[in-house]
């Protein structure tokens, strides 16, 4: 057993230093690459994914894994039972899906990405509505080949690809009564009296200020840049490329301050997570992160309930103000609210900490039903903007700010939305269960004591791998089941305040 163990672990280290050269390869596509590497490029991300695929579904790896997932392997949660169940999963998922079916939708999604593209510049979705219903009956029959029984529901096995575990009737019995509660803030916020004033923030603030500040923050809050970099690329993103070595990227707006700040500490929340994975497990299920959902926790939780704390800028304030000249005549409360600014808007992107949530909401309501087959794409823009004006209490303009504005869905990303809300509903429950640890956490990141958060972060998160599945790990780190009231009581306290809702 000791010896197929060790082949094993092996075969995954060489298979992850595979997969590491591909994620390099691609940073580089986003950063410095000129344009006319390009074709290239795809070439050599290509032939890298093939081989990937090749290696992760080798009959080797498959003989292997029969064996020792019949041998004794130690307590479920140890290091042995982990790593070879996680690779259990990961050669299931890669296996079950036939060549063919994978081929046309690595086809497809190209394709319908292209197609998408035009019909949101044009504003034109019949142009796109033939591509998602090709990538939409590809998808079914994807998640078909997945699914655990033919009772579970299809939209399961799309989103246990991003959240293990995770199922669609938990994640109802978690939205509806969140949006329930989030529906009435969001009236009460647009009726408050004293709202906080937007333009300061879109007035002049220098890229080289920007560029140092951004750097610095990342850099307090614990994104080690001796084992990583920032830079600028379109869309920001963080790309952990290995033990040693993770690259973030922002992107800057010289008349929008929250742009590269807050963008940058997302990324480096993203980052600190990456950097505090176990290196001796690298390419194992030990080594690696949860879900899509834990590591948007961690991007969350430093970009907004860290950063856009009143004591985080108690503490970065005097130094913003000496930054930028902008700044000067503007009070710290001030600045506090405008960075805190609600207001419901059609883009998800650009959405404020509470009406993000109703924006997935509304993303999983309809993908659901387009997967369910309840929905005709034909039908989505009208269903789309039914379901705006009842969150939002507003309509979209056109399609291009409404169903059309997110590539999610024309690249095969089905499930893959509910994955930003669970960030910020895990976000809430570890933070309450740090504090409860720590004490009072703002005391600490008033005087610029961002470490304690970080060291306990790695030592309840990062360090565990994929020992416990999402809400299991929220089980044995906070003692309590996985629910949105911790994040519902911040949000109704912090922007009580915010917004002076005394009543
Ligand atoms: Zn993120």
Excluded at 237 to 260: H, K, V, W
Aim: proline letters at 5%.
């Amino acid at each position: 057993m000791e010896e197929t163990y060790r082949e094993l672990t092996t075969y995954l280290r060489r298979l992850a230093l595979l997969g590491s050269s591909n994620s390099l390869l691609s940073w580089e596509r986003e950063t410095f690459m000129p344009e006319g590497g390009t074709q290239l490029r795809s070439e050599q991300v290509s032939l890298l994914a093939g081989v990937q695929h090749q290696w992760a579904t080798a009959p080797r790896l498959g003989e292997l894994l029969d064996e020792l997932i019949e041998a004794d392997l130690g307590p479920a949660d140890g290091p042995t039972a982990v790593n070879v169940r996680q690779a259990k999963r990961d050669y299931d998922l890669a296996t079950k899906l036939p060549q063919r079916l994978v081929e046309d939708l690595s086809r497809v999604t190209t394709l319908s990405q292209g197609a998408w593209h035009r019909a949101k510049q044009s504003n034109d979705f019949s142009a796109f509505e033939p591509w998602l219903d090709q990538v939409l009956t590809l998808k079914r029959e994807e998640a078909d080949c997945l699914r655990a029984g033919a009772d579970a529901p299809l939209y399961d096995s799309l989103l246990d690809q991003y959240e293990p575990g995770m199922t669609t009737e938990q994640l109802k019995a978690t939205f509806g009564p969140l949006r329930e509660q989030l529906v009435p803030l969001v009236s009460a916020i647009a009726d408050a009296s004293d709202k906080p004033a937007a333009d300061i923030l879109n007035r002049d603030f220098p890229i080289d200020q920007q560029q140092a500040f951004s750097r610095k923050a990342a850099a307090a809050i614990g994104f080690d840049l001796d084992s990583g970099r920032i830079d600028e690329s379109a869309h920001p993103f963080c790309s952990g490329i290995g033990p040693g070595d993770c690259r973030l990227t922002t992107r800057y707006d010289e008349q929008f301050f929250n742009m590269a700040f807050f963008g940058t500490l997302h990324e480096a929340g993203h980052g600190i997570y990456e950097q505090g994975l176990n290196p001796e497990a690298f390419g194992l299920g030990m080594g690696q992160s949860v879900s899509l959902g834990i590591h948007e926790s961690q991007s969350r939780m430093w970009e907004n309930l860290v950063g856009r704390s009143h004591a985080f800028w108690h503490h970065f304030y005097p130094e913003a103000q000496e930054r930028y000249a902008a700044l000067k005549d503007v009070p710290l409360e001030q600045f506090y609210r405008s960075i805190n600014l609600v207001e419901p808007s059609w883009i998800r992107v650009e959405a404020d900490e509470v009406t993000y949530n109703l924006h997935i909401m509304l993303r999983f309501e309809l993908e659901q039903q387009l997967v369910a087959g309840d929905l005709k794409t034909a039908d989505l823009p009208e269903a789309w903007n039914a379901l705006f004006r009842e969150y939002f209490g507003i309509t979209p303009p056109d399609d291009a700010h409404g169903c059309l504005q997110d590539v999610h869905w024309s690249a095969g990303l089905f499930g893959y939305f509910p994955t930003y809300a669970l960030g910020n509903i895990y976000a809430a429950q570890f933070y309450n269960a740090a504090e409860r640890e720590l004490g009072n956490l703002h005391d600490l990141f008033a005087s610029g004591q961002f470490a304690p958060l970080k060291d306990w972060l790695n030592k309840n998160i990062h360090s565990r791998g994929q020992q416990y599945l999402a809400a299991d790990l929220v089980k044995v780190v906070t003692g309590e089941e996985f629910s949105a009231d911790p994040l519902l009581q911040y949000l109704n306290h912090k922007f009580g305040e915010v917004y002076r809702l005394s009543n």
